[in-house]
């Protein structure tokens, strides 16, 4: 059972657009995170959101816990190539991680 | 510097086989995960440890089997490999509160034939 649902699966772009990822839950988790991942190597952790209604950012990347603390959204400003890769949102509960599915992002230069 | 490390990288076995997949960590680390990924699924946990001597059951273990005997070490064994356990494995490691990062190993490929 997936806990996390992330959408959209895949996103193509071309280099200079904004994107929005969503990652929506029944659940609510104490923390939730968002990681990267590239080809052949393992998710690495961009941000991690606590408080219902915060907002963080990270140059480009705009990260969003909803109110109830059961949402997210990342989005991205003027994507680059560079951007591309898989984006997982992960709830934490009991220092556990549930993570979304991901979504495929790719930037066309 | 600390890290994370997996071994092998990619393993292709047979059906029935006793597969072991290697993980260590050098973060000092008390908690410990074993986690696969698969196409449409993200990542989805197997067994997790809190510490040395303590394995807990995640939502997808059936079929695998953990063991810790130190801080470094968690190792992932498959029992009887079956073609369903072909995937990318990556282990990961946090410290002691759930608000810190869990740090993955780059992932070890398994193809069971």
């Known amino acids: 059972t997936q806990l996390l649902e992330q959408s959209p699966q895949f996103l193509s772009i071309q280099e200079g657009e904004n994107l929005t990822v969503y990652c929506n839950s029944s659940?609510?988790?104490?923390?939730l995170q968002w990681y990267r991942q590239e080809p052949g190597e393992g998710p690495v952790l961009l941000v991690t959101?606590?408080?219902?209604?915060e907002v963080k950012k990270l140059k480009r990347l705009t990260f969003q816990f909803g109110d109830a603390r059961k949402d997210s959204s990342l989005h991205i400003t003027a994507a680059q190539p560079g951007d591309t890769g898989l984006y997982l949102c992960?709830?934490?509960?009991?220092?556990?991680?549930?993570f979304g599915a991901g979504t495929t992002v790719t930037v066309r230069a | 510097d600390a890290e994370i490390t997996q071994s092998p990288r990619h393993k292709i076995t047979e059906t029935g086989r006793q597969v072991t997949l290697a993980c260590h960590q050098t973060?000092?680390?008390?908690?410990m995960f074993w986690y696969r990924q698969d196409l449409g699924h993200g990542l989805r946990l197997i067994h997790y440890?809190?510490?040395?001597?303590?394995?807990n059951k995640g939502e997808v273990s059936d079929g695998y089997s953990v063991s810790r005997s130190n801080t470094e070490d968690l190792p992932l064994t498959l029992e009887s490999a079956a073609s369903s356990q072909t995937s990318v494995y990556f282990c990961?490691?946090?410290?002691?509160?759930?608000?810190?990062?869990?740090?993955f190993g780059p992932g070890t490929r398994l193809l069971v034939l």
């Open positions: 440890s809190y510490g040395v001597h303590d394995t």
């Open positions: 992960a709830g934490a509960s009991d220092y556990k991680l549930s």
């Open positions: 973060w000092n680390h008390n908690n």
């Open positions: 959101v606590v408080t219902g209604g």
């Open positions: 990961a490691s946090s410290a002691y509160t759930q608000l810190e990062t869990q740090y």
């Open positions: 659940s609510v988790f104490s923390s």
